[in-house]
């Protein structure tokens, strides 16, 4: 029984520079007529839906754009659009944007078909059928959702985040594009493309790892390793802002394969009740957390630091593994990413309040290659201070 294992993922992937100009293929393909745009609100000029309702419209198709998700989202937002593709008679979910609108327009979808509200299905497998056909279109190289069967909401009430995981949140298509990326400010390049690292770390320290979900993780470490500071300088350069996206690509298929671990466990209290976000959330506790890690996969964490570029020959393997953590902070800090905790504004008097809500994330601590106890989480806040 222990060496079974399945690999799932969006049905189709399409990659390339120029493929957004494809669309309206796909959107043929999926036999629609009645497309729902959710476009990412900060991507809403004129220009932009100017060229949505052309790609949109040239097979006589009719185009609603819904365009409120400039950020991580509240579950209103997916009602609301699940709402709109109801009246609009909508037969199709294109999601244009960066994570938070990806995951938007996939929990809409679901929520257009099935009825309801989208508290409804928070949690694992809790959607009982298929919704409209989607097309994810990633503006962001960072959290992989349009390969991931995962939508993350904010709860500001609740000061946590939630997720709807689902069979039936895999996108139909995944269409990446890497020149929709070249606009993503050196900030939010850093910010997001760290987190598509931490997915790929995690998910290939897992310990629900398989062999495939490995070689996608893997690909995405040395992709995004050898891409994510020339995206940072240089956003216009097309060749790094493609491997980029390959590389948060792989990331996200690994997370939905193998799961993520501790990190983000501890980082969720962080974006609940703190509102940091995601990425920067993730980054701060990714070097603290492996070095928790790393005597629970000393051999993962050596293949980690050799394809990160360290020379491991000859180390006795503890000083190789750690070598991993050397290279990460070395990545994060020329990303010109240099804060911790204290920075961010979060006190130490809370670091057990915040230990306890993460032992609440249970999912990501089941396949942390380590068992995270409070004390242990507490450590890892003290260390990311
Ligand atoms: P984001 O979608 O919040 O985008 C970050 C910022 O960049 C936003 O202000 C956005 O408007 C802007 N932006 C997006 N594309 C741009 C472009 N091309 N040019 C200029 N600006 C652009 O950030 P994200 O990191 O992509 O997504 C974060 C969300 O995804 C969080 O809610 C997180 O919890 C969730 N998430 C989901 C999954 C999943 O599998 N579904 C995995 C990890 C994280």
């Known amino acids: 029984m222990k060496n079974i294992f399945t690999f799932t993922g969006a049905k189709k992937i399409v990659f390339g520079s120029g493929s957004m100009e494809q669309l309206p293929d796909y959107i043929n393909e999926l036999r629609a007529k009645r497309p729902l745009f959710f476009l990412d609100g900060n991507l809403s000029s004129e220009k932009f839906r100017g060229r949505i309702s052309k790609l949109c419209n040239h097979n006589g198709n009719r185009c609603t754009i819904y365009d409120k998700v400039t950020g991580e ?53 809790k959607v009982p059928a298929p919704g409209l056909p989607t097309i994810m279109v990633p503006t962001t190289a960072g959290t992989g959702s349009e390969v991931t069967f995962t939508a993350v909401f904010v ?15 895999y996108p139909d298509i995944a269409l990446l594009d890497p020149e929709l990326t070249l606009s993503v400010p050196p900030a939010v390049t850093a910010a997001t493309g760290l987190d598509a690292l931490c997915h790929a770390i995690e998910s290939y320290t897992s310990i629900t790892s398989s062999p495939m979900s490995e070689m996608v993780s893997m690909g995405a470490i040395r992709l995004i390793s050898e891409n994510l500071r020339t995206c940072v300088s240089e956003g216009e350069n097309v060749e790094a802002r493609s491997n980029m996206l390959l590389g948060s690509m792989y990331a996200g298929l690994g997370l939905a394969n193998a799961g993520v671990t501790a990190v983000h466990s501890l980082s969720y209290p962080l974006g609940g009740q ?21 005597s629970g996969a000393v051999e993962k964490f050596s293949r980690i630091a050799e394809t990160m570029g360290k020379t491991i020959d000859g180390k006795p393997p503890q000083d190789a593994a750690k070598m991993s953590v050397d290279a990460v902070e070395e990545l994060i800090s020329d990303c010109g990413i240099d804060t911790g905790l204290e920075k961010l504004g979060i006190p130490r008097k809370v670091f057990r309040e915040l230990a306890k809500a993460a032992m609440m994330v249970a999912r990501p601590l089941e396949n942390n290659p380590r068992t995270v106890t409070i004390d242990d989480a507490v450590a890892i806040y003290e260390d990311a201070y």
């Open 73 to 125: 989202p509240e579950l209103r937002l997916a009602d609301e659009g699940a709402t709109l593709a109801r009246e609009e008679r909508c037969d199709l979910v294109i999601g244009i944007g960066g994570g938070s609108t990806m995951d938007t327009a996939k929990a809409a979808a679901v929520i257009a078909k099935n009825g309801g509200k989208a508290e409804d299905y928070l949690g694992l497998n």
């Open 155 to 169: 709860r500001k009430e609740l000061h946590k985040k939630e997720g709807i995981n689902s069979i039936y949140m």
């Open 274 to 294: 703190y509102g940091i976000s995601h990425g920067i959330a993730n980054t701060v506790l990714l070097a603290p957390t492996m070095r928790f890690n790393v």
